[in-house]
């Protein structure tokens, strides 16, 4: 399995650009996070999938924040209009059922920086 | 709500053992998971305790106390590629949530 696969890596863009982030889960995993980490705040459940369905989005820092998961191996994070304090590494992560004895699979992150 | 408190930072000597010590305040537990995670890296999944007791998985152990509301990671033989962070988590499960909560992280450095 190829695991968490995240687009892009690395995105550098300016202030009130519209910003999509990818996430392909693990086939078959149910479940799938976004993830904000700062250095101030370190790791944030932003919102969280379960079968495509969004179940808290309680995390998302405002409205200009937006997740979609149009089928069972895709999602995107939008942000829109994107500001420097959006600055972070954003993860996607799957996991399988709501067993936590395999833990979240995580993917590599995208590096976001908004100047 | 939910609180996790682990210490800033660790140093240690390779071949030394090293305990990562992670208090939790939780309105309702259902374990408790480790995740190392290197520079720049994901975090990946170490562990997981769900009943009192220690589980050992190679070099890695995991404790957890319930009544304690206290856990700890235990790298021994420790080598210099096992400087990384180390978070702890926990679940937050309240009404139809199902979501982990990380603590701040803990930062460690193995020196030869």
């Known amino acids: 399995d190829a695991g968490v696969i995240q687009s892009p890596r690395h995105e550098v863009t300016e202030m009130g650009q519209e910003v999509t982030l990818r996430c392909k889960p693990i086939s078959g995993h149910d479940y799938l996070f976004w993830y904000r980490q700062t250095m101030m705040r370190g790791l944030e459940l932003l919102i969280y999938f379960n079968n495509n369905v969004p179940i808290d989005d309680s995390g998302m820092p405002e409205d200009r924040f937006s997740a979609k998961m149009p089928n069972a191996s895709f999602s995107t994070l939008k942000i829109q209009p994107s500001e420097p304090r959006d600055s972070a590494v954003y993860f996607c992560?799957?996991?399988?059922?709501?067993?936590?004895?395999?833990?979240?699979?995580f993917g590599s992150g995208t590096r976001l920086t908004v100047v | 709500g939910q609180s996790l408190e682990q210490p800033s930072e660790v140093t240690a000597v390779e071949g030394a053992i090293v305990q990562i010590n992670c208090t939790y305040q939780t309105s309702g537990f259902y374990g408790l998971s480790w995740y190392q995670q290197h520079d720049g890296g994901a975090p990946t999944f170490l562990s997981y305790?769900?009943?009192?007791g220690l589980e050992e998985t190679g070099r890695f152990s995991s404790f957890l106390s319930r009544s304690d509301s206290y856990g700890y990671l235990l790298l021994q033989e420790l080598q210099m590629k096992d400087s990384a962070s180390y978070f702890c988590?926990?679940?937050?499960?309240?009404?139809?949530?199902?979501?982990?909560?990380f603590g701040t992280g803990t930062l460690l450095a193995v020196q030869p």
């Open positions: 992560a799957s996991s399988l059922g709501e067993q936590l004895d395999y833990g979240y699979t």
């Open positions: 988590a926990v679940r937050d499960w309240r009404g139809a949530t199902n979501k982990l909560i």
């Open positions: 305790n769900a009943l009192d």
